[in-house]
C-alpha cells in the first residue's frame, strides 16, 4: 500500500472523528486540515500533529502533495469545494448530502468520470456489520418475502437554522433502504412539521412504496429525548430489529427471540480504508459512489416536493 497525504476540509465534532481514524491508518497523513475555528485546528496539531493549518479550505486543496480530501464541511459548501478538489485532480470522500440538488450531484460524478477521479459520499451504514449481516441473511431469503422496514433516527438537538431534519438524516434513510433492497423507492409520500422555529422542519414521517410491493417508512426528529438508532424488518418467515449504533440484531421467529452474532466494527474506519483502497482503482465503482450520493439526493428531492404538494410523488 503506497503512501497517500490526504487533507481534511473542516474539523469541527465529525471531522475531528474523520482526522482521528485517517490518523491510524498505516501509510496514510493528514498532512493539512481546515476550519474557520483557532479551536479547532489547534486540537488536530496538538492531538494529531497535523502539520498544516488553514482558515481557508482552497489552501489545502491547492497542495499538490496532497492526492485526497474528505470534505466535512457544511451541507452548503458540498457542491463547490467537491468541484474545485475534483478540478486539482484531488480523490473526494464528503460527507453525505453530496450536494444540495440532484443537478449537482450529477456534475460532480460527470467531473470525476472525466477526470478518471474516486469520488465518494460519507454513506457510513454501507460499512456497518449488522447491517452488511441483514443484508447477506435477506439475500438468502431468511426472512422471506420483505413486507415493511421501519426506520428510526431521533434525538434531542438544538435547533438548527441552516439545515433541516430531511436534509439532515433522511440521506441515512434512502441509503439504507437501497443498501438492503438493492432496489430505489417507486414513491414517496411525505409529512413534517417545524415545531420550535417558523421554518426548517424538525420532524418528518417518510413512506417509500417498493419495487416488490414492500413498504418502508422513517420516523426522524430531532424533538424526541431518547436517541434512537433503529430499523426492523418484517418479513414473512422472520423479522428482526437492528441497533444501527450497538450493531446488536435481534430476530423474532415463532414466537422466539435471539440475536445474532455480529462483530461490531469501526464503521469510519472501515469506510476510509474502503475510499483509499478505491483510489489506487478508480475506474471501479465504489460501494459508496457519487451515484450513489446523487440518487439519495433525488429520493429527498421527491420527499420535499411530497412534502410541498401533499400529494404522493412518483421518483
Given at each position: 500500500?503506497?503512501r497517500?497525504?490526504?487533507?481534511?476540509?473542516?474539523?469541527?465534532?465529525?471531522?475531528?472523528?474523520?482526522?482521528?481514524?485517517?490518523?491510524?491508518?498505516?501509510?496514510?497523513?493528514?498532512?493539512a486540515?481546515?476550519?474557520?475555528m483557532?479551536?479547532?485546528?489547534?486540537?488536530?496539531?496538538?492531538?494529531?500533529?497535523?502539520?498544516?493549518?488553514?482558515?481557508?479550505?482552497?489552501?489545502?486543496?491547492?497542495?499538490?502533495?496532497?492526492?485526497?480530501?474528505?470534505?466535512?464541511?457544511?451541507?452548503?459548501?458540498?457542491?463547490?469545494?467537491?468541484?474545485?478538489?475534483?478540478?486539482?485532480?484531488k480523490?473526494?470522500?464528503?460527507?453525505?448530502?453530496?450536494?444540495?440538488?440532484s443537478?449537482?450531484?450529477?456534475?460532480?460524478?460527470?467531473?470525476?468520470?472525466?477526470?478518471?477521479?474516486?469520488?465518494?459520499?460519507?454513506?457510513?451504514?454501507?460499512?456497518?456489520?449488522?447491517?452488511?449481516?441483514?443484508?447477506?441473511?435477506?439475500?438468502?431469503?431468511?426472512?422471506?418475502?420483505?413486507?415493511?422496514?421501519?426506520?428510526?433516527?431521533?434525538?434531542l438537538e438544538?435547533?438548527?437554522?441552516?439545515?433541516?431534519?430531511?436534509?439532515?438524516?433522511?440521506?441515512?434513510?434512502?441509503?439504507?433502504?437501497?443498501?438492503l433492497?438493492?432496489?430505489?423507492?417507486?414513491?414517496?409520500?411525505?409529512?413534517?412539521?417545524?415545531?420550535?422555529?417558523?421554518?426548517?422542519?424538525?420532524?418528518?414521517?417518510?413512506?417509500?412504496?417498493?419495487?416488490?410491493?414492500?413498504?418502508?417508512?422513517?420516523?426522524?426528529?430531532?424533538?424526541?429525548?431518547?436517541?434512537?438508532?433503529?430499523?426492523?424488518?418484517?418479513?414473512?418467515?422472520?423479522?428482526?430489529?437492528?441497533?444501527?449504533?450497538?450493531?446488536?440484531?435481534?430476530?423474532?421467529?415463532?414466537?422466539?427471540?435471539?440475536?445474532?452474532?455480529?462483530?461490531?466494527n469501526?464503521?469510519?474506519?472501515?469506510?476510509?480504508?474502503?475510499?483509499?483502497?478505491?483510489?489506487?482503482?478508480?475506474?471501479?465503482?465504489?460501494?459508496n459512489?457519487?451515484?450513489?450520493?446523487?440518487?439519495?439526493?433525488?429520493?429527498?428531492?421527491?420527499?420535499?416536493?411530497?412534502?410541498?404538494?401533499?400529494?404522493?410523488?412518483?421518483?
Amino acid at each position: 500500500m503506497r503512501r497517500f497525504e490526504v487533507g481534511v476540509l473542516g474539523v469541527g465534532y465529525w471531522g475531528r472523528k474523520i482526522v482521528e481514524e485517517y490518523s491510524s491508518i498505516q501509510n496514510v497523513k493528514v498532512k493539512a486540515v481546515s476550519d474557520l475555528m483557532d479551536r479547532n485546528l489547534e486540537y488536530c496539531r496538538d492531538r494529531y500533529q497535523v502539520p498544516n493549518l488553514v482558515h481557508d479550505y482552497k489552501e489545502v486543496i491547492a497542495d499538490s502533495s496532497i492526492q485526497a480530501v474528505h470534505i466535512c464541511l457544511p451541507n452548503a459548501l458540498h457542491y463547490q469545494a467537491c468541484k474545485e478538489a475534483l478540478e486539482r485532480g484531488k480523490h473526494v470522500l464528503v460527507e453525505k448530502p453530496i450536494t444540495l440538488t440532484s443537478e449537482e450531484g450529477r456534475k460532480l460524478v460527470e467531473l470525476a468520470e472525466e477526470k478518471n477521479l474516486t469520488l465518494s459520499v460519507g454513506h457510513i451504514y454501507r460499512f456497518n456489520n449488522a447491517l452488511a449481516e441483514v443484508k447477506r441473511l435477506w439475500k438468502e431469503n431468511f426472512f422471506g418475502r420483505v413486507f415493511l422496514l421501519n426506520l428510526t433516527w431521533t434525538n434531542l438537538e438544538p435547533v438548527f437554522s441552516d439545515r433541516d431534519v430531511i436534509v439532515d438524516l433522511a440521506p441515512h434513510y434512502f441509503d439504507i433502504v437501497n443498501y438492503l433492497f438493492e432496489a430505489w423507492p417507486q414513491r414517496i409520500t411525505c409529512v413534517a412539521k417545524p415545531y420550535r422555529q417558523k421554518a426548517q422542519e424538525e420532524a418528518a414521517y417518510i413512506i417509500s412504496e417498493m419495487p416488490s410491493g414492500a413498504v418502508s417508512q422513517a420516523h426522524l426528529n430531532w424533538v424526541s429525548p431518547k436517541k434512537v438508532r433503529q430499523i426492523e424488518v418484517v418479513g414473512e418467515n422472520r423479522s428482526c430489529t437492528i441497533d444501527a449504533v450497538g450493531q446488536v440484531v435481534t430476530v423474532y421467529e415463532s414466537g422466539y427471540t435471539y440475536q445474532l452474532g455480529v462483530v461490531r466494527n469501526n464503521t469510519i474506519r472501515d469506510e476510509l480504508l474502503h475510499f483509499i483502497q478505491s483510489i489506487g482503482d478508480p475506474s471501479a465503482e465504489t460501494r459508496n459512489s457519487g451515484s450513489i450520493g446523487v440518487r439519495t439526493v433525488e429520493m429527498i428531492e421527491g420527499a420535499k416536493e411530497s412534502l410541498r404538494s401533499g400529494c404522493s410523488v412518483e421518483v
